[in-house]
DNA sequence: CGGCATCCACAGTGATACTG
DNA sequence: CAGTATCACTGTGGATGCCG
């Protein structure tokens, strides 16, 4: 991209992640931690191969990315946020949050992946129970799901492809519906009974939810 | 642009101001609140005028934007942010911060407008004798100057082309020179020795510097 | 298979010129 | 002043091919 050529921190910031896609590769990577080329293909539909592998070379020149040898187990090339990459989360964040009044009601023929929830899910959430025993929501939505761990005080969310050894056994709750819906629920703006009329189901301990509320200030 | 098509909140955000040059036209109007065109296109170097007025129309139909008819002292339409655009504020800072290394020693051939300061003074720094009667900064650097109310506990930054009917005649403290050496100083980086050596010129009260503190948690 | 590179049609961009 | 018109150029998206 064209450098904007201005001496001003927004522009600085979006001559390194302004150009298309760049800020979705960054929230993938924000998500799974560490991604090899196809997983990221998974997550960001609608990417084309070629922009996808020129980006991840621009990202890295911007010291946003790394790239890995992973060990044996993968047994190839992974791509991880630097620290810098990482400090762009509450950026992300804000920019996401400006947007949830976009998330209307339906979901009209948009690609959905479970992971995509947990960012917002575990900035946005916390635990009101810190003292309790650790509690696991899991969530069924779009293309597969993910666990939820409420602990200690805090809302943690992880997606199931590859990051788990431990496929978190045994879940106090298991939700699956449209995403608006999983989110209204959790984000408590919708009571569980107006939930399940419009379509989610919820099969387990749903007094787990209780546990869960909206953070305070941000 | 074309959207993601994607169920997840930055998608959302990005559909609407991902464009190139949309947030720098957002950092423009949250500076100077209603500005015509040509402020828009003076704060924009290197913008094309096609481009900037294809912008204003995509931003207009995305709700961010607004267009007024200004009474005749004016009598022309200006530009405004909606609330929906003033909510962007949050996402832009936090830009900006992740930017600010980058902003560094010396300005290799940007552009700089004295107005673009402001966004920055005012949310990272704040007034710690808040009983005291207002104190105000004059900043000249790049194209021009801003003026900095330093009162009631809070960093007020305007800029003069077209704001003010006052001029704030008699500033408490009036700096010019680099902006990184403006910016070294006010966010108590650099001492005023070290910036003076650097060329940096301050005529006045420079006790008033004092007042300032670099914002506490964010 | 995973990680790209190449090719191509087309949409977006940038510089300049022009207009009501 | 506030744009529109034109046009060369660059970036994007889709398909496919290559290579370890």
């Known amino acids: ?14 001559d390194v992640v302004g150009d298309r896609w760049s800020l979705l590769i960054i929230r993938e990577l924000l998500l799974v931690d560490a991604a090899r080329y196809s997983d990221l293909q998974r997550g960001l539909p609608g990417i084309a191969t070629n922009l996808l592998a020129t980006r991840l070379r621009e990202l890295e020149a911007g010291g946003v990315v790394a790239r890995h040898d992973a060990p044996p187990p993968i047994g190839t090339t992974v791509f991880r946020l630097t620290a810098r990459g990482k400090a762009l989360e509450p ?46 929501i899991e969530i069924h939505t779009g293309d597969g799901s993910i666990t939820m761990e409420i602990a200690n005080g805090v809302v943690r969310g992880r997606s199931m492809p590859w990051t788990g050894t431990d496929p978190v056994s045994d879940p106090d709750l298991v939700l699956s519906g449209a995403p608006h819906l999983i989110m209204g629920l959790l984000m408590r703006r919708l009571s569980l009974g107006a939930a399940r009329a419009r379509g989610l189901s919820a099969r387990g301990n749903t007094h787990v939810l209780k546990r869960l509320a909206v953070r305070p200030s941000t």
Chains 1, 2 share one sequence.
């Open 1 to 14: 991209m064209r450098s904007y050529g201005h001496y001003c921190g927004l522009a600085k910031a979006l």
């Open 91 to 136: 950026a992300i964040l804000a920019l996401g949050a400006w947007a949830a009044p976009l998330l209307g009601e339906c979901t009209e023929r948009d690609e959905v992946r479970a992971h995509w929830l947990a960012l917002p899910l575990q900035s946005y959430l916390i635990d009101t129970q810190p003292t309790h025993r650790p509690s696991t």
